[in-house]
């Protein structure tokens, strides 16, 4: 019976080691407790004149304790460094495989290296983001997309150190972030794909998708979501959200970057000395209803013509407004915004002449959810985009997503969705299906 209450106050002494890593404070003082502990074991050992089993397993278990409490900088406080590094470390991310079936134009053929984009399995994204606070004060975040519509190389999504001058989490009039980050625009824009009802943004915002022929194709107002860039931003304890950011304004994606911007190396660094400034607020006006206006004002460099040496810079200017209602089991969601766009040379729509001179583009989406018990959520979104530099050609473009998601559990969702485009002067066969599975982690 002694050898085994000696062996569970060993125990107990090793469980509080092994919580130390939470409150390295306390270390010196459990210590001390398992060093009086020991005097204690090693008097009740010479007590017995080190004799018969008892003795013996109780030698053994006082040579253990002694072991620990000699060499307090030695294994102990290595798992303690160890544990409070990995703590400091936050991994995250999701993946999203999908299924997509398009309506093919009539008499088109397939392509010579058997690539058919209106019927394919693939993942649409493969998200590794890592979150590292290295102290009270600071903090670096990491986003890689392994499996985007670029499936060639692995790109870089945000990549940004966060300094908060009053501490992390901590109530404050603002944090700063410098990097390659989301454009504080509206609401659609920095809203991830883990957590949107729809598996594809507007588009307004992220352009058209199928490019089947025959189809209309727009860039978006925002490609990739990102710019790299400083911002000031509201704390999330903040009752008025709000953000303002002076960026490059080149975005890190486009449809032809070799025509259509004087880049650095394909890298979209800034094209010219011009810099744009982005923003956002957004209220609580009532319970469950928010209100949101957004502005982005800047400069382009545009060739005149594809093969010019020298560009010229062009006004970029955006406006917004959103909204947000939520109520039991319903959502409702609106965005509107219109701005002034530079046409640009590589753009077959181009009108002659007009290259390297504004044009209009303006849309908006209406999205709508409805929870059917805890499982199943119903979801419609219309979504409509007007650009001048298609408007002999197709006119107003409008979409109707429809579909339904099934929560599996907290982190994994199945969706079904039903995409209907519509062209306004000239109308294409790209209806499609698309059925997607995401998991987040």
Not at 55 to 71: F, K, N, P, S, T
Not at 304 to 312: C, R, Y
Not at 383 to 394: F, K, L, W
Request: glycine share 12%.
């Amino acid at each position: 019976m002694k050898k085994t209450g000696i062996a569970i106050c060993l125990m107990a002494a090793l469980c509080c080691l092994s919580t130390r890593a939470a409150a390295q404070e306390d270390l010196r003082g459990e210590i001390q407790q398992l060093k009086q502990r020991l005097a204690e074991l090693e008097q009740k050992l010479e007590a017995s004149g080190g004799t018969g089993e008892d003795a013996d397993g109780l030698g053994d278990d006082v040579q253990r304790l002694r072991d620990i409490v000699e060499e307090p900088e030695g294994s102990v406080q290595t798992t303690i460094a160890d544990v409070a590094k990995l703590k400091k470390i936050k991994v995250s991310g999701y993946i999203q495989g999908r299924y997509e079936a398009y309506s093919t134009p009539a008499g088109a053929s397939a392509t010579g290296n058997h690539r058919a984009p209106d019927n394919r399995f693939y993942v649409r994204r493969g998200r590794f983001k890592i979150t590292g606070q290295p102290a009270q004060y600071a903090l670096g975040v990491v986003q890689l997309d392994l499996s985007g519509y670029d499936r060639s190389k692995v790109e870089t999504k945000d990549l940004y150190l966060e300094v908060h001058p009053w501490g992390v989490g901590v109530p404050a009039p603002f944090y700063i972030r410098l990097g390659q980050q989301n454009w504080p625009f509206g609401y659609a824009i920095e809203r991830s794909s883990s957590a949107r009802e729809v598996p594809e943004r507007p588009k307004l915002f992220a352009g058209t998708t199928v490019n089947l022929p025959g189809t209309p194709s727009f860039n978006g107002l925002f490609p990739g979501e990102r710019d790299k860039g400083i911002t000031l931003l509201s704390t999330e304890t903040s009752s008025v959200q709000w953000a303002l950011g002076l960026f490059n304004g080149t975005g890190t994606k486009a449809g032809d970057a070799g025509s259509a911007f004087l880049e650095s190396g394909g890298r979209f660094e800034d094209n010219n000395r011009a810099k744009a400034i982005v923003g956002r607020v957004r209220i609580p006006v009532a319970e469950g209803v928010y209100l949101g206006t957004s502005i982005y004002s800047g400069k382009q460099a545009v060739r005149t013509v594809s093969n010019a040496p020298v560009a010229v810079n062009v006004t970029q200017s955006r406006w917004g407004a959103d909204f947000q209602w939520y109520l039991e089991g319903v959502s409702l969601k609106g965005e509107y915004v219109t701005g002034k766009e530079p046409y640009y040379s590589n753009v077959g729509a181009t009108p002659n002449g007009t290259s390297g001179t504004n044009r209009t583009v303006s849309g908006w989406y209406i999205v709508g959810t409805k929870n059917i018990g805890p499982l199943y959520q119903l979801v419609a979104q219309y979504d409509v985009m007007n650009d001048r530099a298609m408007a002999g050609s197709y006119g107003k473009l409008s979409t109707w997503n429809l579909g339904v998601i099934r929560f599996i559990d907290d982190s994994t969702k199945l969706k079904l969705f039903y995409e209907i485009n519509n062209e306004e002067k000239r109308s294409a066969s790209n209806n499609g299906l698309r059925v997607e599975l995401l998991t987040v982690f």
